[in-house]
């Protein structure tokens, strides 16, 4: 174990960045096809619950629902974009297309790739987060003065479930078991973690169970914010999505490490 973790450790703090900016280059091609489709869920819940379903419910935490649900969209579209782009599309440049196989030829080492893999990840997440962010303020869902202190938010969203991805990502045999992580972990989350109604609408259980989630810990950082309201607990909400960010990273590096020398 000791081995397996030592051997997959990044060589350096900034061999990544040749993995970043190889996966940059080549989204570079289809970027305005990524970037709408990394959109289009979130956009949907914004304008179709929060138009439909606002006008049922009215005022949520005394604000209007649009507001209320927004904060959550800019979550979720964090946690979605940085998902998707690790499962979808570096479990292929590992698996099939061998990319990983190659670049390991060179100096940079499997720790190296990762972090580069994850960086890439959390940077398109950080574009679609910011980009809600950016329509929620100017319909007016959002305080201005407010945004740039979403942003940081948003990164370290995009890296804890990036991090997590690529530990089902050095798991997953194949495309088909994907589904089972989305459908078990990611939908039940968004509807535990406050983004679409309020966590305490649940159970006591769920309540609980909701502290625990990285996406409740993210809303809790991202909505004070986007509302101009004071936020509380930012060092707990913070300390757990590093912990989400850099204990999976580790695990997969073991992970991808037996997986590959298989």
């Known amino acids: 174990m000791g081995e397996d973790f030592a051997a997959a450790l990044p060589a350096n703090a900034w061999n990544w960045i040749a993995v970043w900016r190889r996966n940059y280059l080549s989204w570079k091609k289809a970027a305005l096809a990524s970037i709408l ?3 289009a869920d979130p956009m949907i819940y914004l304008f179709g619950l929060g138009t439909g379903l606002g006008m049922m419910v ?18 979720t579209s964090a946690m979605t974009a940085s998902t998707f782009e690790t499962i979808y599309a570096a479990f292929p440049r590992m698996h099939e297309q061998r990319t990983w ?8 080492t499997l720790g190296d790739i990762v972090l580069g893999e ?8 950080f574009m679609a987060g910011t980009t809600i962010t950016i329509v929620a303020a100017m319909l007016g869902y959002a305080a201005w003065p407010s945004v740039l202190y979403v942003l940081p938010a ?25 589904v089972f992580y989305q459908s078990l972990f990611l939908t039940p989350m968004l509807f535990l973690s406050g983004a679409v109604f309020p966590v305490t609408q649940l159970s006591g259980t769920f ?10 810990h993210s809303i809790d950082l991202i909505r004070p914010e986007m509302l101009d309201r004071p936020a509380g607990g930012i060092a707990l909400h913070i300390g757990a999505l590093c912990l989400y960010a850099v204990l999976p990273f580790f695990l997969s590096m073991v992970l991808l490490r037996r997986r590959l020398m298989r």
């Open 37 to 39: 489709g990394n959109l």
């Open 58 to 75: 009215g005022r949520v935490e005394d604000t209007s629902y649009v507001a209320f649900l927004a904060a959550g969209m800019v979550a």
């Open 101 to 108: 196989e190659a670049i390991l030829y060179t100096q940079l």
């Open 118 to 125: 994850l960086a890439w990840a959390a940077t398109k997440a």
């Open 154 to 178: 948003i990164a370290l969203t995009g890296f804890a479930f990036a991090s997590l991805a690529m530990v089902v990502t050095a798991l997953a045999p194949s495309y088909q078991y994907f």
């Open 207 to 216: 309540q609980q169970v909701a502290h625990f989630l990285p996406l409740a």
